[in-house]
């Protein structure tokens, strides 16, 4: 496995935007015919969800777009910022969180997400608290997210 193909998506709880962008990049790779290159997962910096599904509004709206998602909530641990190569957050708040759990010098790349955002957004915001459509509009955000990333980092 190439070293810097094992990507972290990291949210706040790893019920909503995490395990998302989880299953999309997974499909993604899966399309290329690489994903056994890969090491793909995702957690949350919070620990409220640890061992619980993601959201059933997420759920729905990968299974409408033909992915497929059995993740369970993890939280962010110390090991996360040497086994992966990159730690991809979600909003600013996981950001500042991430980058203050991070050792002195982090063998992860610790970036938002949105950096590959084509549509030039700053931010996956969070769904939870609203309807179904926010689980649609940060899935469309999160395909465009992985797309280009995947196609800037690893072409």
Request: aromatic fraction near 10%; charged fraction near 25%.
């Amino acid at each position: 496995m190439n070293d810097l193909r094992r990507v972290c998506f990291v949210c706040l709880g790893n019920i909503c935007r995490s395990p998302t962008a989880e299953a999309v990049f997974r499909h993604l790779v899966e399309q290329r015919g690489d994903a056994k290159e890969w090491l793909i997962d995702s957690c949350g910096t919070g620990d409220w969800h640890v061992g619980s599904p993601p959201d059933a509004r997420a759920l729905r709206a990968l299974k409408d777009r033909g992915y497929a998602c059995a993740h369970r909530g993890r939280q962010l641990c110390d090991a996360d910022f040497t086994r992966f190569a990159w730690l991809l957050v979600m909003d600013n708040a996981n950001l500042s969180t991430v980058e203050q759990r991070a050792p002195q010098q982090p063998h992860a790349r610790i970036h938002k997400l949105t950096e590959w955002d084509p549509q030039g957004t700053s931010e996956v915001g969070d769904p939870y608290y609203g309807g179904e459509s926010g689980f649609t509009t940060v899935l469309e955000q999160i395909e465009r997210c992985c797309t280009a990333f995947l196609a800037r980092e690893f072409p």
